[in-house]
């Protein structure tokens, strides 16, 4: 990329709110974009350089904030996103921040602060950005445990693991959010998608098996179970 301007896409379908913005971001000097769609701003961030999204959680239509983003982070896309919310709930935010998003604002906000976070974010995609792509096409790593994402296999130490696809796919997840608790939703609709066979415990057999291949030498567990909740990859605590 050049030092042209970021490019921001703001998805918001209260005008008084989007103009504000629009107006304050171009100010600023940022090439701004403006939707109030969930599925135009899935389409203009496919088709087109966007370097952040200002999303809205409450959207008219099929495709609310919240699904924007799933749907974003799940064709591996690491645009940053702040969320907007009218609502001061949690539960929300919790929604917002399980689908992928970086960040959140309630409305209404002050525009210094909202600028003071985009600020961050763009920051931290380019500093990101770096050591990204070099890991994009290479190896990830946890404790012992690492991932060759062109050979498709998996090490721990030095003992080579081969892995079905849906295993490879989980095990990327994980090690792309290392010490997250990735809820089951969440991992079901990143690995599954479309495939969610519902009520099935794919998602357990799943990750008793990679499990079983990841400690055939009676390594210690790395993937654990937060009960109630999901999965993480982090280190036996006890
Ligand atoms: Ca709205």
């Known amino acids: 990329m050049t030092d042209s301007a970021a490019n921001i896409l703001i998805v918001e379908d209260e005008r008084s709110i989007a103009s504000f913005l629009r107006r304050g971001l171009v100010f600023e000097g940022y090439d701004v974009r403006v939707t109030d769609s969930g599925a135009q701003a899935l389409t203009i961030t496919r088709d087109s350089q966007v370097d952040l999204i200002v999303l809205d959680i409450m ?8 699904e924007v983003c799933r749907r974003i982070r ?15 709930e949690v539960a929300d935010r919790v929604e917002g921040l399980d689908a992928g998003a ?15 976070r985009l600020r961050a974010l763009l920051r ?21 445990l690492s991932l ?6 998996a090490y721990r130490g030095e003992r080579q693991i081969e892995l079905t696809a849906r295993e490879f796919d989980l095990l990327l997840l994980f090690l792309r959010h290392p010490q997250q608790v990735m809820t089951r939703e969440l991992i079901m609709e990143r690995i599954w998608g479309d495939d969610f066979p519902g009520e099935s415990n794919v998602l357990e057999v799943t990750i008793s098996n990679l ?14 179970t937060v009960r109630g909740v999901g999965y993480a990859l982090r280190e036996q605590t006890s």
């Open 74 to 88: 799940g064709a591996g896309d690491q645009v940053p996103i702040l969320m907007l919310t009218a609502r001061d």
């Open 102 to 116: 970086d960040d959140y604002m309630v409305k209404p906000f002050a525009f210094e602060e909202l600028l003071a």
């Open 211 to 224: 499990r079983r291949r990841l400690e055939a030498e009676g390594e210690p567990r790395l993937l654990q």
């Open 148 to 153: 060759d994402t062109t050979t498709r296999f």
């Open 59 to 66: 959207l008219p239509g099929e495709v609310d904030g919240v």
């Open 124 to 144: 931290r995609k380019e500093t990101r950005g770096e050591t990204r792509e070099e890991d994009e096409s290479g190896t990830y790593a946890f404790s012992d």
